[in-house]
């Protein structure tokens, strides 16, 4: 069987060599060619080529962090009987683009101090991150992410950091640094 095979590609190819060698003007596929694909594609003939086109749409410049005014500080208690006053003092944000939809996950980390009242253990407050559509100045999805700081015993403060669940909004383009902005604030006790 395989003496036979060989013998068949052998012929096939002496027949492409021989007949490729003159043009006819003919639109008919050389018995070379006709070889090549069969291999190649299980074919006689080579599949249409796929077109290339180009996706830009997971490409984005990422809106930025705003921190609104006021939003930076949140206390726990107040005057004599403030227990901890919490601070952001950075923020970060990461987006990826899937299905026309941008996922954009959130960092907020800063320090807890612990007030006159305060002292050492555990202790919380909300951020709410949002993310607002710069041309109507509209929140179009938000979340609430709770801020857990542990003061050390005979600390008097510490640092948090927290990292949201992605919130999503849609892809209109790829400079969606001008289309929305993400806000984030302390909620207020």
Known sequence: MRKVFLATTSALLL???ASSGSSTGSSEPSAMTK?????????TTAPKPVESVVDNSDRVECPVVDVEEGGGVAQI???????????ISDT???????????SIRVGVAGRVVAGPAGGAG???VPVRIGI???TDKKILTSKV????ATIPPGGSNTTFAVV???LTVPWLREEADEDYMVVVSLAKR
Request: overall charge positive; hydrophobic content about 40%; glycine content about 8%.
């Open 15 to 17: 027949a492409g060599c």
């Open 35 to 43: 070889l090549a694909n069969l291999i190649a594609f299980n074919s």
């Open 77 to 87: 208690g107040s005057g004599a009987g403030l227990r901890h006053q919490f601070a």
């Open 92 to 102: 970060a944000r990461e987006c990826t683009v899937a299905n026309k939809q941008i």
């Open 122 to 124: 555990t202790v919380s």
């Open 132 to 134: 607002r559509r710069e």
């Open 145 to 148: 992410v709770n801020i857990t």
């Open 164 to 166: 949201s669940d992605p």
